[in-house]
């Protein structure tokens, strides 16, 4: 438990044995990236790629983001559905719920990252199942990306991320996915 103690007093959750910091200010137009802020997100329009087949994928997360100085986390929790063309054996439909993590450089403006994260994904049904994956799956996957956040406004978040995800289906091999999405939120 004192890895625990000791990431929460790293990313700002905890008060410090200091004192007492002063709080958050309302956001305002020039304000800088600081303090303890909440976020909710959607990627309305996302590519998939999936063993060389294209496809689309939605998807959104909330969480809480935390700056010191210019350096930033965020951590939240997301939801993502993709479907990949598979052509003459339909489409496979997936959705993931996983914990992520980024961790980036700030400035007042925009916050760029590495993304952590993983979790569980679960392939429906198709109308015709393929002899290397069979038919309904659950699976868990990790993955690594890079992005970017931006402030517009006060409180409009605009960005764009890249990552690639490793599903393991269970006994089935593993399938790469890479990610490309924009992102519309909101800063809390």
């Not at 965020?74 to 959705?95: E, P, W």
């Not at 069979?134 to 978040?157: N, S």
């Not at 924009?182 to 809390?188: I, R």
């Amino acid at each position: 438990m004192r890895w625990a103690a000791l990431l929460g007093l790293s990313i700002g959750l905890l008060p410090g044995p200091a004192g007492a910091q002063p709080p958050c200010p309302a956001w305002r137009e020039g304000q800088a990236m600081s303090c303890f802020r909440g976020y909710v997100r959607v990627d309305p329009a996302a590519f998939v790629l999936a063993s060389d087949r294209p496809g689309a994928a939605i998807g959104g997360s909330f969480g809480a983001f935390r700056a010191r100085g210019a350096f930033a986390v965020a951590f939240g929790g997301r939801v993502g559905y993709d479907m990949v063309d598979r052509r003459a054996s339909g489409f496979d439909r997936t959705l993931h719920l996983s914990p992520e993590l980024r961790l980036g450089a700030v400035n007042h403006r925009a916050f760029g990252y590495v993304l952590v994260r993983g979790g569980y994904s679960h392939r429906f049904e198709i109308p015709r199942p393929r002899p290397e994956f069979g038919g309904p799956a659950d699976a868990y996957h990790y993955g690594l990306g890079v992005g970017i956040w931006g402030r517009v406004g006060e409180r409009l978040l605009l960005g764009a991320e890249g990552a690639l995800d490793l599903v393991q289906f269970k006994g089935r091999g593993v399938a790469e996915t890479l990610f490309l999405s924009l992102t519309f939120g909101s800063w809390l």
